[in-house]
């Protein structure tokens, strides 16, 4: 796909909201852009984090995950999660990914979906820890039924690198309404 | 499924917006129930319509049908035309369908979606006609890029219920700005 | 009035928000369409079971009532409560509805509007019971100040279908956070 | 009606869009108290700009009468010119006005309704020039299906302070795109 | 600045969102034209409170300051009290509201802002009272975190307009679900 | 400043709306973060073909430069191109990420705004033609008023990344409807 193209292809993720929110009757909720943002922001801090600790990470590799981690969804939209008992989301993600940037983002993304790498967890834990903070903001401005949405944290504790930023996620959950 | 439950997971389809028009930058455009709502409306007065012109019709089979034809949306969400690459979005709603409102429903649908009765056909014209009224509408409002929707005029074109409202069509056509 | 012309102006109802769930601060809120199409959506259900307990039903009709039964306000908007003291809001709503689709729908709208029929009767309380299913959503989404609408129970309760309802109505009642 | 209460029901008007733009299509277009609040700001600098000329002016209650010009609506809604042939906009305005604030500001209403005095003469200029200056806007953005706003400019010209403004109103036309 | 070049910037108060609601994550908060509306409308009804209890106010003075007392805001936007720590926002708004429409509205401006005269600090108590009034809603409707705008009371019980219109604020606080 | 408070700052992002696009009335426009999100997938994409071109570059602090190119804007917000007369924009922004994120972002971002590192340059590049991508879209959505944006075309020349880019930035334009 030439670039151009692709750019504007990733304009929907401007366009399309999330529908997890959107679903719980949010109004107007944040976009998977606005999601893939934040996520890459918090790849890079903690990411840096890591570092600081001594361990040797790959950051532009990481970076890179957490920018294409939902790009095919530019393609075949934030499917919710009761949908996929009637399509393979990740399936779809990945051909569209490859037909839009190429097979070799198809490796990245896989590391991220798999949490295979040092790079891909900590994405998948960025990933997860912005959905955190979005539904504490949502809880905080008033909104709820966001409950299932934080029982993404058993997913965190079982992410290696819970160990580092565990205390992160325990403020975080303090701050609850 | 419960009748409570369903009539909950029914409003889905106001929360959710068509996705057809969201990717062509249309702000916060109409939910999935606008557009069953006018299609079921379209129906109504199609079909008394064709009952006066002597055509044997089971309205209100019809109307069951209009009222349904997007049910399955509830659940799978709007995947758009590029997505259908990736996933077999007829059957994810037919299994939605069953699972939501039992298969006795399935037949409906499959009538609408193949247009296999006169029925079926009369909701596959009334759900094309509701689109090129919204494009329409978009349009005289000042949104463009809408082109691609317009070749749905072709597809009424050859349904057989064209006989009687292509002038209606016609008209319709002619008031594009 | 011209069918073509009629659908256009049934696009009001998409574009018009009710007037209820603004006045109370929800942004952003349902559209009458909406609305009407989950109306219709339980008028069939309840319909449907009224008939498997044996009860005779006119479901077309019905089906129709439940389309029409806000039509009016395509051209008449959705005048809130408070402004009924000044205006004859049901009187508007007829007159509207004959000059937009024949005198010959007006039954049918004053049979749901004066509850005289069954048929009548199922919509008013399909119409009442969508309110409540939206106030619930709301609700569980965390708006508030919405207590007035729940006192649409009293009105549900003289209905001679609450018989066969009630017991939905009182789950969803339980179901308030 | 106490004070609070009445500042209470006058935010309604900010949570009330006007139905002129939102039956043509523009989402989320601006609230009423949009327009009335650029009314009175017209009403001032038209109003000094006459006493510059000359002109006595008591623009105390011009001011007056911009500020409570559209207050009915807080109650009445702003019912639509096609719904004005079932209703009487204006006798549910005047009424509703009574009640919130007392008979004392009918006469105020009354001759910007009438266009009786010079104060009122200005408001009714003001708040048409406003509204001309919204559409204006909503075209240079792309929005279209305003002709019917731009007849409003034969009845500035009819009102006497044309003479002094007519210029103005004539480059706000030729900035049309 | 010429009359029709101002009044279109002036449109720029309804396109721009107050930012302290935004950042709690309200979704579409009031413009800032509807604040100034309601200002101007309290502005206008504590005025006349305060004639009939005997002071001597210069109405026209106050509803003139009311109406341009965030019109710089067209200019320089809402700066949220966080970034007043890096700029200057009331130098910005001085040198703005100069540039639109000239000195002789300074003085008026920085009555309001140093609450210097009788209608200055009549202003800035309806500013702050309108405020709380549009706090109160939306708590009422469900939004949470708006705190630290409760904290304006004890700069409205400074002013001394807080003597005749306290126990309008009392009530108000009184109403806070 | 604490991460995880960091975090919950840079959520301004995702709620602020850029003001370029606010003010010329594109309803709900992208966000901050929407715009940065692909500002970033840019920098990723023209970066890693100027690698395949020969040309040197540290892929990693590109990325980091395009995903803090606009944090300050959490604290300053968007202040719009006609109130930086009245503020020093870039000083506040620069003081702002100093304290968000500490003094070693504040040389990246000198880099950014200064163009004087090949990687600065190229997050400039994709900040400004994310820009015109965003005025491409909204026009073939319908909107206009948009001229003004296209005169970056001008700087974007200058760049000496348009050596490389240039037929991109063309073919762009050649899109305009």
Do not use: C
């Amino acid at each position: 796909m030439e670039l151009l193209e692709f750019f504007l292809e990733a304009g929907n993720l401007k366009r399309l909201r999330r529908t997890g929110w959107l679903l719980r009757g949010i109004p107007n909720p944040e976009s998977i852009a606005d999601h893939s943002f934040r996520t890459a922001l918090i790849t890079l801090f903690l990411g840096e984090e890591l570092r600081r600790k001594g361990i040797a990470l790959d950051l532009e590799r990481a970076l890179k995950i957490a920018l294409i981690h939902d790009l095919g969804e530019a393609r075949i939209t934030d499917i919710p999660f009761p949908a996929q008992r009637y399509f393979n989301k990740v399936e779809g993600e990945r051909k569209a990914l490859v037909e839009m940037v190429g097979s070799e983002y198809l490796a990245l993304f896989d590391e991220y979906e798999q949490e295979s790498t040092l790079e891909g967890k900590l994405v998948k834990f960025a990933d997860r820890l912005e959905m955190l903070l979005q539904a504490l903001e949502y809880e905080k401005s008033g909104f709820s039924g966001l409950e299932e949405f934080w029982k993404t944290i058993e997913k965190l504790k079982k992410n290696e690198l819970y160990e580092y930023f565990g205390g992160l996620v325990e403020k975080l959950i303090s701050l609850r309404p």
